[in-house]
């Protein structure tokens, strides 16, 4: 679904804190952090709150590469 590594880049993207993303996905600051730093995995439900956001935001994220990219607005 989405990968520590690529949630940290589409942060940078779009040059959110830990703090924007966990608003705009609804989520606790701590589910943000502990998932980015590999402590626990969030459910699926949290997983997906997280990859709507940052796609919502313009960030497309490529499940089988890996890959993220700012879509041209």
């Known amino acids: 679904m989405i990968t520590p590594a690529q949630c940290r880049a ?8 830990q703090q ?3 608003k705009a996905a ?6 943000i952090r502990d998932f980015e730093k590999g402590r626990r ?3 699926h439900n ?15 994220i490529g499940v089988q590469n890996s890959w993220v ?5």
């Open 10 to 17: 589409a942060r940078a993207l779009l040059d959110w804190s």
């Open 20 to 22: 924007d993303l966990a």
């Open 26 to 31: 609804h989520l606790g600051l701590s589910t």
């Open 41 to 43: 995995v969030p459910t």
């Open 46 to 60: 949290n997983l997906r709150g997280i990859k709507l956001a940052l796609e919502e935001a313009g960030v497309e």
């Open 69 to 73: 990219a700012l879509r041209r607005r």
